[in-house]
T-cell receptor
Framework: RKEVEQDPGPFNVPEGATVAFNCTYS??????FFWYRQDCRKEPKLLMS???SGNEDGRFTAQLNRASQYISLLIRDSKLSDSATYLC???????????FGKGTSLLVTP | GAVVSQHPSWVICKSGTSVKIECRSL??????MFWYRQFPKQSLMLMAT?????????EQGVEKDKFLINHASLTLSTLTVTSAHPEDSSFYIC?????????????FGPGTRLTVL
C-alpha cells in the first residue's frame, strides 16, 4: 500500500465551480500535512499546510481527519489559473523528507 | 520565502557520460537538502537525504555509487549521475529544509530536466 494515495483525476470543471480533492495516508504517526501545487514541468510549490482544526486561505479550504487518516482540499469559485496538479504531502517528523502523493490533475475550462 | 536554485535547468547528454546537478540555497543555510526524482505522470520520489558534512542517506533501490551526492557547504549540495543511461532521464528536484522554532518547511529548486540519449 502506498503511503499517500490520491485520485489522479483528471478533474475537468468549468470556471466558477467548486471542486474537492481527497487524500489518504497510511502511517498514523504522520505529523505534518500539506497541499502542494505543481504546474507542468515545474517544481512543486506549497499551497497550504493542513491543520487538525481545518484551515482556509481565500478560496481554498483544507481539512484533516486524523482518525480516518484523510485529508481534503476544497477549491471554491475555480479560476482558469487553478489548472494544475495538486499534491497531497505528508511528513513523518521535522527531520524527515516529505512523502508525496501522485497528485490530482485539475483542468478548469472557460 | 527562501530561494533555492538549481543548475543546470536542463541537460541533454550521451549515454555513458556523467552529469552534475547543483542545488543552492541562496538566502539561508540548509543543513539538510533532499534530492527527488519525478518520472512523467508519477509522484516525486525521494532519492536521498543530503546532510552537510556527512554522507548522504539513500532510499532503498537508489544506487549510491551511481548517484553521488556531496553536501560540502551549508548552501550547496550536488548530485552527480554517473554513467548516465536513457532510463535515468527524469526531472530531478532538490529541496532545502528550513528548521526554526519547530517550524519546518521545505523549499524546492526549479528542477533539472535530464535527457540521456
Amino acid at each position: 500500500r502506498k503511503e499517500v494515495e490520491q485520485d489522479p483525476g483528471p478533474f475537468n470543471v468549468p470556471e466558477g465551480a467548486t471542486v474537492a480533492f481527497n487524500c489518504t495516508y497510511s502511517n498514523s504517526a504522520s505529523q505534518s500535512f500539506f497541499w502542494y501545487r505543481q504546474d507542468c514541468r515545474k517544481e512543486p510549490k506549497l499551497l497550504m499546510s493542513v491543520y487538525s482544526s481545518g484551515n482556509e486561505d481565500g478560496r481554498f479550504t483544507a481539512q484533516l481527519n486524523r482518525a480516518s487518516q484523510y485529508i481534503s482540499l476544497l477549491i471554491r469559485d475555480s479560476k482558469l489559473s487553478d489548472s494544475a496538479t495538486y499534491l497531497c504531502v505528508v511528513n513523518m517528523g521535522v527531520k524527515d523528507a516529505l512523502n508525496f502523493g501522485k497528485g490530482t490533475s485539475l483542468l478548469v475550462t472557460p | 520565502g527562501a530561494v533555492v536554485s538549481q543548475h543546470p535547468s536542463w541537460v541533454i547528454c550521451k549515454s555513458g557520460t556523467s552529469v552534475k546537478i547543483e542545488c543552492r540555497s541562496l538566502d539561508f543555510q540548509a543543513t539538510t537538502m533532499f534530492w527527488y526524482r519525478q518520472f512523467p505522470k508519477q509522484s516525486l520520489m525521494l532519492m536521498a537525504t543530503s546532510n552537510e558534512g556527512s554522507k548522504a542517506t539513500y532510499e532503498q533501490g537508489v544506487e549510491k555509487d551511481k548517484f553521488l551526492i556531496n553536501h560540502a557547504s551549508l548552501t550547496l549540495s550536488t548530485l552527480t549521475v554517473t554513467s548516465a543511461h536513457p532510463e535515468d532521464s527524469s526531472f530531478y528536484i532538490c529541496s532545502a529544509r528550513v528548521l526554526a522554532g519547530g517550524y519546518n518547511e521545505q523549499f524546492f529548486g526549479p528542477g533539472t530536466r535530464l535527457t540521456v540519449l
